[in-house]
């Protein structure tokens, strides 16, 4: 796993590619993303539906 | 002129002799490390962002400095996975891959802030039934958290 901080404003190239309009912007994997601080349970779910869960099928996209 | 008040300065004494438990390494990636910026925008935020850094590496005898010229030695830049720059590796008693991409600056001192304390202690603050589903994960996550200094 990896945690990368990014300062949008001096990437505005991966600000741009990821559509960053408002921070904090959480992006995983590319695939899955959400907006602003969230409970841990949303964080969670987000970091299942992007990387998948050993036992569960295997996520699309 | 120092970026850290007296006061700030202080705080942050405090809270890393408080929090910190392992030696950290700030291993700092940027074209030139040797405190002459190139002549661009981007070799001045870098000098700056050296210089927060080692503020900060000053303030802790747990805290190291370590500057890599990514020119000089690109093999370095390309074993943390870094490919923009400037950036920032928070290393603990492990490499826990966190990464910070251009100036902890305003609000995101805070968060080197918290990265720092999180390498040290090697875990972070999640609650059980978190972790149990974290040790479940099929695949890799790469996390990117865009921010700003405001």
Redesign the interface.
Known sequence: ???????????PD??ER?G?YA????????VVEFVGAQP??VF?HS??Q???????PE?SG | MPFLSDQDAAFVRDRLAREMVDPVTLEFFAPTTSGLALPTDDGQIAEYVRQILGEVASLSPLVTLVPVSTLADPERARARGIARTPATAILGAQDYGLRFYGMPAGYEFATLLEMIVAASRGRGELSPSTREVLARLRGDAHIQVFVTPT
Do not use: T, W
Request: hydrophobic fraction near 55%.
């Open positions: 796993m990896r945690a990368d901080i990014v300062e949008a404003s001096e990437f991966l600000a990821y960053v921070v904090p912007k959480v992006v995983i994997n590319d841990e349970e969670v970091l299942v992007a990387a998948g869960e050993a036992g569960s996520p």
